[in-house]
């Protein structure tokens, strides 16, 4: 992860521990296959996967007039309380220089939220981009609700960053909006398996643009994929996914 970039001793003791303990495990569980394909490669040992998916609840429906956002824009939201380096945030606001009529969403927190409200003047951006506090997850959901479109850009800088699978893709889902993501294994996945967004080719400001453009400029498009969020929350609960985590927990 980004945050042990350039401490190899600090890694060499977490690798050190991982060798000594999961050997040992006779019960493994992981987030999502691919790094359960990554511990089974390197250690022989069979993971299984529960992902972190949340219970279906219902959300506080209001309008934007009562959240305060604006009625004559489509809305794009970051939401996340570990909005951190190299996850794509900061690009994605240099993205709303490419596009008019658009509000770029940012709730949270982070080791680069401090910076992104000082880049939001420093760009003239005011107008484009609202920040917003950490607040409590059925709050937020609230917002995520209005919004047209969900964005996880995590950069694939980091085998943690590149195998993720963001919480955030499933509140986007629950709330009904298609997704913006960057091109990482997991994401990639679930978005094709049930056509509910677009993944950006790279972290270039003007190809984010273009990505958010060819989801919310199509209408008709646009509408087949928020279509499909509700099918893809069918599969995507935790309602279902806890079987998995019962099935693995009584063979043990």
Not at 47 to 59: C, E
Not at 148 to 172: E, H, W
Not at 196 to 217: E, F, R
Request: include cysteine.
């Amino acid at each position: 992860m980004p945050e042990l970039e350039g401490r190899p001793r600090v890694q060499k003791i977490w690798k050190r521990i991982e060798r000594y303990c999961i050997p040992k495990l006779k019960f493994c569980i992981t987030v999502n296959q691919s790094i359960a394909k990554l511990y089974e490669d390197e250690y022989g040992v069979k993971f299984n996967v529960v992902r972190n998916v949340p219970n279906v609840v219902p959300i506080e429906r209001r309008t934007r007039a009562e959240l305060g956002l604006p009625e004559d824009k489509l809305i794009i939201i970051l939401q996340g309380a570990g909005i951190n380096i190299n996850r794509g945030a900061e690009e994605l606001m240099h993205s709303m220089l490419y596009l008019d009529g658009y509000l770029l969403l940012i709730i949270g927190g982070g080791d680069v939220f401090e910076k992104l409200k000082f880049m939001r003047i420093d760009s003239a951006l005011e107008d484009k981009v609202m920040i917003l506090d950490k607040m409590p997850r059925s709050q937020m959901m609230s917002y995520t609700a209005v919004a047209d479109l969900g964005a996880t850009l995590d950069k694939p800088l980091s085998t943690n960053y590149l195998l993720s699978l963001p919480n955030k893709i499933f509140d986007y889902i629950m709330a009904g909006i298609p997704v913006l993501s960057s091109d990482l294994v997991e994401l990639r996945g679930i978005i094709e398996k049930y056509d509910i967004g677009v993944v950006t080719p790279s972290h270039n400001p003007q190809d984010i643009a273009a990505a958010i453009q060819k989801v919310l400029g199509h209408p008709e498009k646009y509408n087949a994929l928020k279509a499909n969020t509700a099918k893809a929350l069918t599969d995507l609960n935790w309602e279902k996914e806890k079987r998995f985590w019962l099935i693995f927990t009584h063979n043990y």
